[in-house]
């Protein structure tokens, strides 16, 4: 197959809120194009890009779906993202490797969630933007009304490129304002260009103006001829309409229907003419944050961008041609560890089809597999010198426990989920030293849930997920001194250890043993014996069995039998004397607390502080968010047990709009009446 060459080559990534249509506007593409010989739908199961049975069952996308179209002499890397928060790790890789986004809007909807939220992480990553209003094949649907919002929502820089086509009062195609022709598609799926129909003339006319606008303010020789009222050619358009989406200065609008291919031609050939390529920006952010320049002709670099653990094929790597042109059976350098890989065949993927090329140029995207070593976030170069910058992931922020439903199985988990982890950035995996459960961390119930559905569908693993338990603590607040002692008489040798011991709140963690013996009254090659029992005693608190920290331990009399004694008598003495002796040193059971920071719309400051409240959260201060305006940042600290449910209840304070972080900082004590509830709970459980 013969080498794409760098010019041709437009990645595109498609955002916008969960059911706007992205994957229907990738599917319209491909179509078109001639990618696949029918248009896939994802609510009847049979789209190209959502293959996944997850994905086909749920119909959402959940991963990243590839969708390389050929449209005039352009190559239009399209890469389909999901619109589910809980999958914006599959965002963030694709941001990290298109040229620009398209944001689709659901027409009737309007502006929603997720509209902002990928609008605001295109503007993150830098990349130039568009909008795709689609589904105007219903009639309630109103151009001028979402373009409104659009421009009141994201600035006057959003400019007309195609409106509806209105005839015999219904929509019934897309016009498109650069060409000014009419764009219809038969039942069949044909295309046909006709004369705009005299009923949008209006409409026409008052957004071709908007457009013509738009383009004079990218140049003054353009401006110039715009006032002078005389006629900007195709060419120019289409020039002043790159040059504005690269610098900022036009966010293209179109509009359609992708289901009935609506408007898509258009957006094609906008794509293909006017969208900017990998070099556009000059240079490559490296991971030290200097600039990297782009040299197509330079020697080969790539950068791994996400990784797909298949049970059959294997480890899938998928990357982007940061710089030169890389051939297959190349051997590159890891700039992580220095080791070499060797790139034997290299692919590009369509779906679930791959295509075996000999080469790539510089900024096109494909995948090769079985690399030994390498993983996501690496870079492969000719030198090894070179490194880019990782991509940025959203942090995990809802924790669940992992239960094996078959008894032996926990190696085969941890086996499955290492995997998983290769390609899921936004997972964590641990295992919990207190609890000894095993934690799952992810973006959300449904991410883990799809988590654990690919654990059964890939590994045949079985589990189910349960919450997580608080990692408590028992401490004291007074001293006391207790005598411990074990006597035990059962024929021949018997049992002999008796220990006076001053228990007091220890400035260290664990346990401060100390010893004022005076007269030899508990021999000193027994001490180690009663340190040792207490030790093993603080492993389970006299409260509710929870470990005990902070304690302080002071032997200083007792006595013993010259027969009789030895280190284990001393230990169950030592036992006997914190079983007695701590609950008549005010014990209190202390709770992990951490650092939480909301970032939140200032509109709904009042709510988070309301809800944090509610979760005996202390509010430590608030501020305007420095990066994202009309947002604030709330900083409190709250017990963790509080913030089992989040991630979920924020989203629905917010209509997803807010954001945390968490991180257990420190513990403190429970409240009387919670702890009497914690208390009881533990010994019912016993």
């Not at 603080?538 to 032997?555: D, F, I, R």
């Amino acid at each position: 197959m013969a080498t794409v060459e760098m010019k041709q080559i437009r990645n595109v990534a498609l955002l916008g809120h969960s059911g706007s249509g992205k994957t229907s506007l990738a599917e319209a593409m491909l179509y078109l194009s001639g990618g696949s010989d029918r248009l896939g739908k994802t609510a009847e199961g049979n789209s190209t890009l959502d293959y996944d049975p997850e994905a086909v069952r749920r119909k959402i996308s959940i991963s990243a779906g590839f969708a390389p179209v050929q449209w005039k002499d352009a190559k239009i890397n399209t890469i389909d993202t999901p619109g589910h928060p809980g999958f914006a790790g599959e965002v963030a890789q694709a941001l990290r490797v298109a040229d620009s986004a398209i944001i689709v809007v659901d027409a009737k909807a309007g502006v929603q969630v997720g509209t902002e939220l990928a609008w605001s992480s295109a503007v993150d990553a830098g990349l130039p933007r568009a909008f795709f209003l689609n589904k105007f094949d219903d009639n309630e649907a109103r151009f001028a009304k979402l373009l409104d919002a659009l421009h009141e929502q994201f600035g006057r820089s959003v400019c007309p490129i195609t409106i509806p086509m209105v005839q015999d009062g219904e929509v019934r195609g897309a016009i498109d304002l650069v060409d000014m022709e009419a764009h219809t598609f038969d039942a069949q799926g044909h295309h046909h260009v006709q004369p705009i129909p005299d009923e949008s003339k209006e409409a026409v006319e008052k957004f071709r103006e908007m457009l013509l606008e738009a383009v004079a303010g990218t140049s003054e020789d353009l401006m110039n001829k715009y006032f002078g009222g005389e006629t900007i050619s195709h060419m120019e358009i289409s020039t002043a309409i790159h040059e504005g989406i690269i610098h900022g200065e036009i966010v293209p609008c179109f509009c359609g229907c992708a289901t009935k291919l609506w408007g898509v031609w258009t957006l094609l050939n906008c794509i293909a003419e006017s969208f900017p390529r990998h070099s556009a920006k000059g240079s490559e952010q490296s991971a030290d944050g200097d600039e990297i320049a782009i040299q197509p002709d330079g020697a080969p670099a790539l950068f791994i961008f996400k990784t797909v653990a298949d049970p059959f094929v294997g480890k899938m790597s998928f990357f982007k041609v940061m710089n030169g042109t890389l051939k297959a059976d190349t051997t590159l350098r890891n700039a992580r560890d220095g080791s070499s890989e060797r790139l034997s065949k290299l692919f590009t993927v369509r779906g679930k089809a791959q295509t075996e090329v000999d080469s790539l140029s510089c900024g096109d995207i494909g995948m090769v597999s079985k690399l030994s070593a390498a993983a996501t976030g690496d870079t492969l170069s000719w030198s090894g010198d070179v490194q880019y910058a990782r991509t940025e992931y959203p942090a995990p922020c809802y924790t669940q426990a992992i239960l094996p439903t078959a008894k032996g199985d926990e190696d085969k988990i941890s086996s499955g989920i290492a995997r998983l982890l290769e390609e899921d950035m936004t997972l964590r995996y641990e295992v919990d030293p207190s609890t000894k459960q095993m934690l799952l961390s992810g973006l959300g119930g449904t991410h883990l849930e799809l988590t654990l559905a690919k654990l059964k569908s890939r590994y045949g693993i079985t589990v189910k997920l349960e919450d997580k338990r608080i990692a408590y603590r028992e401490t004291i607040r007074k001293s006391c001194k207790i005598e411990g002692k074990h006597k035990k008489q059962s024929g021949g040798h018997g049992q002999y250890g008796d220990v006076w011991i001053e228990f007091s709140p220890g400035e260290a963690e664990g346990l401060t043993f100390t010893e004022s013996i005076v007269g030899g009254s508990v021999p000193k090659n027994f001490h180690p014996a009663v340190e040792k029992g207490l030790q093993e005693c603080m492993q389970k608190g006299v409260l509710a069995g929870y470990p005990v920290v902070h304690l302080a331990a002071n032997l200083y009399d007792g006595s013993y039998h010259d027969v009789d004694s030895s280190e284990m008598a001393f230990k169950t003495a030592a036992s006997i004397a914190f079983r007695d002796g701590l609950p008549k040193c005010a014990p209190v059971l202390l709770e992990p607390i951490g650092e939480l920071h909301v970032l939140i719309p200032d509109g709904q400051v009042g709510d988070v502080i309301g809800d944090l409240n509610k979760r005996r959260g202390r509010i430590m201060g608030m501020n305007p968010a420095e990066h994202k305006r009309g947002y604030s940042i709330v900083d409190a600290e709250v017990p963790e047990a509080e913030m089992g449910d989040y991630v979920h209840v924020l989203r629905a304070l917010s209509q997803g709009r807010g954001s945390f972080s968490f991180r257990t900082t420190g513990y403190a004590e429970v409240p009387a009446n919670i702890a009497e509830k914690i208390i009881a709970d533990a010994k019912a459980g016993a």
